[in-house]
């Protein structure tokens, strides 16, 4: 199972960017992910702080990708391109 430690390095009024470390063993990547507030919103209607959504967002993707096949740097908007599911899905991870 791997860690992913989730840090907060800016945000303003319309979004929050977030840098993620996924770290398996002796491995280790690093993601510049930006979360738009509308999004968490209508991802998680408030139920969980958009920390934790980003984590979960980790925890989705990588049980369908390798870390290092995640994008170093994305909105989570992108992943319902790449995994249509996603905004049904990922509620279950929470």
Do not use: W
């Amino acid at each position: 199972m791997a860690n992913i430690v989730v840090q907060e390095l800016n945000s303003d009024k319309d979004s929050i960017v977030y840098r993620v470390e996924v770290i398996e063993e002796d491995s280790k990547t690093t993601h510049k992910v930006e979360l738009n507030r509308d999004d968490y919103q209508n991802f998680t209607d408030g139920k969980i702080a958009p920390e934790e959504l980003v984590q979960c967002s980790f925890e989705y993707l990588l049980d369908r990708e390798p870390k290092e096949s995640i994008l170093s740097s994305f909105n989570v908007s992108v992943i319902s391109h790449y995994f249509p599911e996603y905004a049904r899905e990922i509620i279950s991870y929470f």
